[in-house]
C-alpha cells in the first residue's frame, strides 16, 4: 500500500527554515524532531534564503514579481486569438 503524501503549511516550513537558519542544530535533528526528512529541511532554508531578498524590494510587503512574466490579459487575449485563428483554420 502506498502512503499518502503529506503537505505542510507555510507557517511550519518557515518555522523549520528558521530554525535551519539559526544554527542550533543539524538538518538531521530538525528532522528527526519534526518527523520529517532532512532533504526538506535543506530544501525548505534555501527556499527562505532564496526568497528573503524579495521581501525588501521596493519597500513592498509582497515578493516582487519577475519582469519576464506577461500579464494574465495579455496572455488570455493571446490565447483568445490563437482559438480563433484555429477556428478559421479548421474551417478552410
Do not use: C
Request: aromatic residues 6%.
Amino acid at each position: 500500500m502506498a502512503r499518502k503524501k503529506r503537505s505542510y503549511t507555510a507557517s511550519f516550513k518557515a518555522q523549520v527554515a528558521l530554525a535551519a537558519l539559526r544554527g542550533d542544530s543539524t538538518a538531521n535533528e530538525l528532522a528527526a524532531r519534526h518527523q520529517i526528512h532532512p532533504t526538506l529541511v535543506s530544501n525548505w532554508k534555501k527556499a527562505l534564503l532564496d526568497g528573503a531578498p524579495g521581501l525588501f524590494a521596493e519597500g513592498s510587503g509582497k515578493p516582487a514579481k519577475a519582469a519576464d512574466q506577461p500579464e494574465a490579459a495579455e496572455l488570455f487575449e493571446q490565447i483568445g486569438r490563437l482559438k480563433m485563428e484555429l477556428e478559421w483554420l479548421k474551417k478552410n
